[in-house]
């Protein structure tokens, strides 16, 4: 066995903590971003929100915020010589400079009160009815339990033993299967109808229950979901109608009152869909006689400066003549924060010319559709090619568009459905993949429903349009676009 030595050359690139901080912030949503911040002005003291100020100094930026171990222990080595003429000169107590402003716009800049949905959750609006009932104490405890388990879609997927294990083992309560069964039945009581099913069988059936007064047409579809709902998933109606002897007429009357019922009880419910009713742009786009203006979204965003209170601690140190080793530490402590303050001012500055700088070079790339709103306008678009126009990490400009959205006059779209992929026309010409989903949309939506088009189909009627595109590629495009096979499609 022999020993050698060689000298070997490795290129790594290593994040510093800025950039790191600066890409976490940048994943963060505008609805988000105030959460954020509050969480660092609990974390600093040094860090405080204040009202906007006319003054136009900004925060003094250091070359490096990076403040090493190195450097306050050579402070701490030479207490007569702490250098705070930096932290004490004015203009530290001006209000950050990052908001953008938009002077046509100055209502998006103004400090209102955001509205928000007062109302209880899901789960505790459930025990708020379980609350009406006069139970056994055991017997609530069950329903509790039961209540806990229901997910956010309203179903109950845990199995009665496993509940049953529940509560033996975190309450100490011995139930058997059949006592929860009892339970169980009497939350499906509750509103919405649908509530605590086991599956979307017994979700419907159950809401289908409670509107057996309404007439024949509900107990005739009461029957095709309790004796063929595999059927009427996969929509074999001839089978239904042998089965049951239904007219054409009957058959639609059954499946109008079937697809008025709700899949999904829980959720409409509470906190469930906040986060899905309520989306907030972090870009408005505006079209002003064909010139398009980008602003971005700073509602939620505090102003951020230095605490007077800490700099007035700092002045208080300088005028002071005796500088006794507590109070020299003291001052490495105040400084260390501002420093951190300063860098955090400086990563929401960063993060707001990120946005801006991303959003108008895809506004730029996609003027087109941005001025006429229409989709088949889309021109292909990737990642890199926003990364090489801004300059920006592909992976950079991946998370602000995973995450953002921007409200036009035709709507609000999140950014990443601007990119996508280029299709060949029979020209020779580059489209975007999402103008061949649109095409591929219009057909399917104007097609007799009675004899929906199959995939080959959709491929020629796009083929005599000039797109060279594979039915299997046809069939990745409709699956993308969540539409359903010609078969499930078809209607009476």
């Known amino acids: 066995m022999s020993l050698s030595q060689s000298l070997q050359q490795k290129?790594?690139?290593k994040l510093s903590p800025q950039q790191i901080q600066l890409m976490k912030l940048l994943q963060i949503p505008t609805a988000n971003l105030e959460e954020r911040i509050k969480e660092e002005l609990e974390e600093n003291p040094a860090l405080e929100t204040g009202e906007e100020d006319n003054g136009d100094d900004d925060f003094e930026q250091k070359d490096d915020y990076e403040s090493t171990e190195e450097e306050y222990d050579s402070q701490e080595d030479d207490y007569?010589?702490?250098?705070?003429?930096?932290y004490v000169s004015e203009g530290d107590d001006e209000v950050a400079d990052y908001k953008t402003?938009?002077?046509?716009?100055?209502?998006l800049d103004e400090h209102q009160t955001i509205p928000h949905r007062v109302e209880s959750s899901f789960h505790e609006q459930l025990l708020d009815q379980l609350g009406m009932l006069s139970l056994e104490e055991k017997t609530y405890k069950i329903?509790?339990?039961?209540?806990?388990?229901?997910?956010d879609d309203g179903y109950l997927r845990r199995e009665l033993a496993s509940i049953a294990d529940d509560l033996a083992f975190r309450q100490n309560i011995e139930a058997t299967e059949k006592e929860i069964e009892n339970i169980i039945k009497l939350i499906q009581e509750f509103d919405p109808p649908g509530i605590c099913a086991r599956n979307l069988k017994e979700c419907l059936l159950l809401q289908l229950q409670r509107q057996k007064a309404s007439g024949k047409n509900v107990l005739m579809a009461i029957q095709v979901l309790d004796k063929y709902f595999d059927e009427f998933t996969k929509k074999h109606y001839e089978k239904i109608q042998r089965g049951l002897n239904l007219t054409d007429d009957d058959l639609k009357a059954v499946i109008g009152a079937i697809i008025k019922l709700n899949p999904r009880p829980g959720g409409n419910m509470g906190e469930l869909n906040i986060a899905e009713s309520y989306i907030v742009p972090d870009f408005f786009i505006t079209n002003t006689n064909g010139i398009l203006d980008i602003t971005l979204n700073s509602r939620n965003a505090p102003d951020l400066r230095i605490s007077e209170?800490?700099?007035?601690?700092?002045?208080?140190?300088?005028?002071?003549?005796?500088?006794?080793k507590r109070q020299k530490e003291a001052v490495l402590f105040i400084k260390q924060k501002i420093d951190s303050a300063k860098w955090f001012i400086d990563m929401i500055k960063q993060r707001q010319h990120t946005l801006l700088g991303t959003m108008g070079a895809i506004m730029n790339?996609?003027?087109?559709f941005f001025l006429t709103g229409d989709q088949t306008n889309l021109k292909p678009m990737i990642l890199k090619d926003i990364a090489e126009?801004?300059?920006?990490?592909?992976?950079?400009?991946?998370?602000?568009?995973?995450?953002?959205?921007?409200?036009t006059e035709f709507g609000t779209f999140r950014l990443k459905f601007f990119f996508s992929e280029s299709l060949s026309t029979d020209s020779g010409e580059e489209v975007s993949t999402r103008e061949v989903k649109k095409i591929l949309s219009d057909f399917i939506e104007g097609e007799d429903k009675r004899k929906p088009l199959s995939d080959e189909s959709l491929t020629e009627m796009l083929q005599e349009k000039g797109y060279n595109i594979a039915r299997r590629t046809v069939a990745k495009?409709?699956?993308?676009?969540?539409?359903?096979?010609?078969r499930l499609r078809k209607e009476l």
């Not at 329903?143 to 997910?151: F, L, R």
């Not at 209170?309 to 006794?324: F, H, N, V, W």
Request: aromatic share 8%; no cysteine; hydrophobic share 30%.
């Open 389 to 407: 126009i801004t300059g920006l990490d592909i992976s950079t400009v991946s998370r602000v568009a995973n995450s953002k959205f921007v409200q």
């Open 477 to 486: 495009y409709r699956e993308q676009l969540n539409v359903p096979v010609a």
């Open 365 to 368: 790339y996609q003027e087109e």
């Open 80 to 86: 007569g010589n702490i250098d705070i003429s930096e």
């Open 11 to 13: 290129l790594l690139q």
């Open 309 to 324: 209170g800490y700099r007035d601690m700092l002045k208080e140190y300088e005028k002071g003549s005796k500088k006794d």
């Open 101 to 107: 402003k938009d002077d046509n716009y100055p209502e």
């Open 143 to 151: 329903a509790e339990q039961i209540v806990g388990s229901i997910d």
